[in-house]
């Protein structure tokens, strides 16, 4: 299939503040079962007195354009005057005024970048997108590999270097990066929907139909997806199928084009500034952090989320630095933020239990992980933080047993046993606690805190 097969073109070039993380980081959640399937809190998270926290900058209401380009500017200038041997600086600088379209000098600086570090593929995702502006696909295809060479797990990049592949007229080559993508982001719907594209290319249409099938599934109101499922049924012959399709497609486009509408009539320029800004905060932040100084990191988030009401980046790092302070409250409430701003991650409603959990509030806290759990009801975390949170409500033991079944079942790991036994135990299931806790003595190497544990259980035979 080729441009003219699709209705539109649609680039999906993550911004700058969005490329790294789709979810919060480890270090993000702290909840986890000791031995035996012991339940800790986050140590000291909500008895330390928080401290007080730098006030939220004023947002961009009323805020000119040039305004904020010239804060984008003066925060990249200040990194640099800050971190003067960092890369990282340099990096974000080429960024900046490759997003104000000098692309020139966004290869300027980029370059000085790889000069202080050679091994920069975020860098070489840049050059490679300068290098796509300009027609150069070829060279855009060798620097995106040269990237996923140095970071294979670099967001957007296999979808990017497969959509030049596609325009090169080598869908075979652009199958073998999506599908090397797909493992390692199941979830990105762009894959799955280039892969599709791939496919008809090839004529393959019914691989064609399940790749546009579980890109539909992952981004529910994309068009493109919808438009390419309808052309896939149609040439399996599938007629009904593909015009209930093409009727969804055409609705979607009618929505589509009155959003678009209303974005021209909300000053989208102002918009895109801010977002640009914010983006530059929240990268910027990310390097204070790095090198400690926290409450300028904070600042500089607090600033972006001010600006951008949908920056998920910006937040996540805002969860991170709140619980590494104690300050597990406020950390909730930009959890909650990141479940409003993208309601189908999992790991958002996740994460949110967990805190909620640790606050006490366990209602709250079993309903998001609930949520989690719907989105990804084979995710073992997901399972574990409810099985955790079920065996803290007295009335909810026989189904904190069920859930560390299903447990074991999705991941047999010495803790999930050790929770299942510990949930055999409090429904008075002593043998089958027993039982538990061999196998995860055996899967541990014969811990002997869980033979000692079981020795314990022995005794009240």
Same mark, same amino acid.
């Given at each position: 299939?080729?441009?003219?097969?699709?209705?539109?073109?649609?680039?999906?070039?993550?911004?700058?503040?969005?490329?790294?993380?789709?979810?919060?980081?480890?270090?993000?959640? %702290?909840?986890?079962?000791?031995?035996?399937?012991?339940?800790?809190?986050?140590?000291?998270?909500?008895?330390?007195?928080?401290?007080?926290?730098?006030?939220?900058?004023?947002?961009?209401?009323?805020?000119? %354009?040039?305004?904020?380009?010239?804060?984008?500017?003066?925060? +990249?200038?200040?990194?640099?005057?800050?971190?003067?041997?960092?890369?990282?600086?340099?990096?974000?600088?080429?960024? =900046?005024?490759?997003?104000?379209?000098?692309?020139?000098?966004?290869?300027?600086?980029?370059?000085?970048?790889?000069?202080?570090?050679?091994?920069?593929?975020?860098?070489?995702?840049?050059?490679?997108? =300068?290098?796509?502006?300009?027609?150069?696909?070829?060279? +855009?295809?060798?620097?995106?590999?040269?990237?996923?060479?140095?970071?294979?797990?670099?967001?957007? =990049?296999?979808?990017?270097?497969?959509?030049?592949?596609?325009?090169?007229?080598?869908?075979?080559?652009?199958?073998?990066?999506?599908?090397?993508?797909?493992?390692?982001?199941?979830?990105?719907?762009?894959?799955?929907?280039?892969?599709?594209?791939?496919?008809?290319?090839?004529?393959?249409?019914?691989?064609?139909?399940?790749?546009?099938?579980?890109?539909?599934?992952?981004?529910?109101?994309?068009?493109?997806?919808?438009?390419?499922?309808?052309?896939?049924?149609?040439?399996?012959?599938?007629?009904?199928?593909?015009?209930?399709?093409?009727?969804?497609?055409?609705?979607?486009?009618?929505?589509?084009?009155?959003?678009?509408?209303?974005?021209?009539?909300?000053?989208?320029?102002?918009?895109?500034?801010?977002?640009?800004?914010?983006?530059?905060?929240?990268?910027?932040?990310? =390097?204070?952090?790095?090198?400690?100084?926290?409450?300028?990191?904070?600042?500089?988030?607090?600033?972006?989320?001010?600006?951008?009401?949908?920056?998920?980046?910006?937040?996540?790092?805002?969860?991170?630095?709140?619980?590494?302070?104690?300050?597990?409250?406020?950390?909730?409430?930009?959890?909650?933020?990141?479940?409003?701003?993208?309601?189908?991650?999992?790991?958002?409603?996740?994460?949110?239990? %967990?805190?909620?959990?640790?606050?006490?509030?366990?209602?709250?806290?079993?309903?998001?992980?609930?949520?989690?759990?719907?989105?990804?009801?084979?995710?073992?975390?997901?399972?574990?933080?409810?099985?955790?949170?079920?065996?803290?409500?007295?009335?909810?033991?026989?189904?904190?047993?069920?859930?560390?079944?299903?447990?074991?079942?999705?991941?047999?790991?010495?803790?999930?046993?050790?929770?299942?036994?510990?949930?055999?135990?409090?429904?008075?299931?002593?043998?089958?606690?027993?039982?538990?806790?061999?196998?995860?003595?055996?899967?541990?190497?014969?811990?002997?805190?869980?033979?000692?544990?079981?020795?314990?259980?022995?005794?009240?035979?």
């Amino acid at each position: 299939m080729n441009g003219a097969d699709t209705p539109r073109a649609r680039p999906r070039e993550p911004r700058a503040g969005q490329g790294r993380r789709g979810a919060l980081s480890a270090r993000s959640v %702290v909840l986890a079962a000791a031995r035996c399937g012991r339940w800790l809190l986050l140590a000291g998270v909500l008895a330390a007195a928080p401290p007080n926290p730098p006030a939220d900058p004023p947002g961009a209401p009323g805020e000119t %354009v040039e305004a904020m380009k010239a804060e984008t500017f003066r925060v +990249a200038r200040q990194l640099i005057d800050d971190f003067p041997r960092s890369s990282d600086p340099l990096g974000l600088m080429g960024t =900046v005024y490759r997003q104000y379209g000098d692309t020139a000098e966004a290869v300027t600086w980029w370059r000085k970048c790889l000069e202080r570090n050679p091994r920069r593929a975020d860098v070489y995702n840049g050059l490679a997108m =300068v290098a796509l502006s300009k027609g150069e696909h070829e060279n +855009a295809v060798e620097l995106w590999r040269k990237a996923l060479q140095m970071d294979p797990s670099l967001p957007g =990049v296999h979808g990017r270097c497969a959509s030049a592949l596609l325009t090169l007229g080598k869908p075979e080559e652009a199958v073998a990066t999506l599908e090397t993508g797909i493992k390692i982001f199941p979830e990105d719907g762009e894959n799955h929907y280039l892969l599709g594209q791939a496919c008809l290319q090839m004529k393959q249409h019914a691989k064609a139909a399940g790749a546009y099938q579980k890109a539909l599934e992952l981004m529910p109101d994309d068009s493109r997806a919808c438009y390419g499922l309808a052309l896939a049924c149609s040439r399996l012959g599938q007629e009904d199928k593909a015009k209930g399709y093409m009727d969804r497609f055409r609705k979607m486009r009618e929505a589509e084009e009155s959003a678009s509408s209303g974005r021209r009539k909300a000053q989208p320029d102002r918009r895109w500034a801010a977002q640009v800004l914010a983006d530059t905060l929240a990268n910027a932040g990310r =390097v204070y952090r790095a090198h400690g100084r926290w409450p300028k990191a904070e600042e500089h988030w607090r600033r972006a989320a001010t600006l951008d009401p949908e920056n998920t980046a910006c937040r996540q790092d805002l969860v991170d630095l709140l619980l590494q302070a104690r300050r597990g409250r406020e950390a909730v409430e930009f959890c909650q933020q990141l479940r409003t701003i993208n309601p189908r991650n999992a790991t958002y409603h996740l994460n949110t239990g %967990v805190l909620f959990a640790l606050l006490g509030q366990h209602d709250a806290a079993e309903e998001a992980i609930r949520q989690g759990i719907a989105l990804a009801p084979t995710r073992a975390s997901g399972l574990r933080s409810l099985a955790q949170v079920l065996l803290r409500r007295n009335e909810k033991q026989g189904e904190a047993k069920a859930i560390a079944q299903k447990l074991v079942a999705v991941e047999p790991a010495a803790q999930n046993y050790a929770l299942l036994a510990e949930a055999c135990y409090r429904n008075g299931d002593l043998a089958d606690a027993r039982a538990a806790l061999d196998q995860a003595a055996k899967l541990s190497r014969w811990d002997p805190e869980y033979l000692r544990v079981r020795d314990l259980i022995e005794e009240r035979k």
